[in-house]
């Protein structure tokens, strides 16, 4: 099979389905974002089908390098979208999540060959390893990639307030989510996310207990995974005993990604400049 060209077919067809949705976004029209949101089904298929035929021909596996776990990001993405737009359906999505999808998976073509250096942890427990390292990354990515919502949602609500109050649009000729479906979508989004990068790191704090591997000091690298999981846990807490203004809690939000993106991109900066080439 052809690799190449089955990841540039799939990423040319992730950017034709976004090119219909953000046109039927704007032109509020039903049959180009049929044909979007179809397309973008069948580029989440093929990008299946890539990773599956890259794993039994090439041997990429997603979480032994940088290249495979953008890679597994990109499908992540996707499958965030079609879970978001199943429970809360609203074009929004579909104009976020396809760019974002296409820049994990240009990352994955420029981070090629770089190792995560998993060996050592897969030594030290050969039964489970894999399958534990596998739930720490995916969870810990899925709850990064869901706070990223929560931002983004929050961003657009801030927006949206801002021009009722301005009265620049109105209520009832609004074509846009409501404030309260952000709102609840937001505290959804956060919720699921703050379980997801839990048990992501429950089971990364159990990943150096098998290996024997404790930290002699905290390093940013492990403090700010941390501080974005404290972030939130005081959101929902505070929402939940004392019930946050819509504002407020939007707010909350965007600076709490601000941590998650800190996290992130240092991990990335780790692992490029501190792990051994192959």
């Known amino acids: 099979m052809n690799l190449t060209l ?77 879970t978001l737009d199943f429970y809360f359906s609203n074009r929004i999505f579909e104009v976020i999540f396809p760019p974002l999808t296409l820049f994990c998976m240009m990352l994955s073509l420029l981070l090629a060959g770089q190792d995560i250096a ?58 846009g989510p409501s404030l309260g479906f952000l709102d609840r979508l937001n505290h959804g989004v956060i919720a699921t996310g703050f379980l997801a990068i839990t048990i992501g790191l429950l089971v990364g704090i159990a990943m150096k207990i098998i290996t024997h591997e404790g930290a002699n000091a905290l390093s940013w690298r492990q403090g700010l995974p941390f501080a974005a999981w404290a972030v939130y846990a005081g959101f929902l807490l505070d929402r939940s005993l004392q019930g946050l203004s819509l504002k407020s809690s939007a707010l909350w939000a965007i600076c709490g990604f601000f941590v998650v993106a800190a996290s992130f991109a240092y991990e990335i900066n780790y692992l490029l400049t501190h792990l051994p080439q192959p």
């Open 6 to 82: 089955l990841f540039w077919l799939d990423a040319s067809l992730i950017f034709l389905a976004w090119l219909l949705c953000v046109l039927a976004f704007y032109r509020q029209h039903h049959g180009i974002h049929h044909y979007g949101e179809r397309l973008l089904f069948l580029g989440l298929t093929l990008q299946l089908l890539y990773i599956v035929a890259a794993h039994v021909e090439l041997g990429l596996n997603p979480f032994d390098s940088l290249a495979g776990l953008f890679l597994f990001g990109s499908l992540l993405v996707l499958l965030v979208y079609f």
């Open 118 to 175: 998993t060996s050592g942890f897969l030594l030290g427990a050969p039964v489970f390893g894999k399958l534990i390292l596998v739930v720490h990354a995916g969870l810990t990515m899925l709850g990064y990639l869901l706070f990223g919502v929560a931002c983004l949602t929050s961003i657009y609500f801030l927006r949206e307030e801002s021009l009722i109050k301005q009265h620049s649009i109105h209520l009832m000729r609004n074509k």
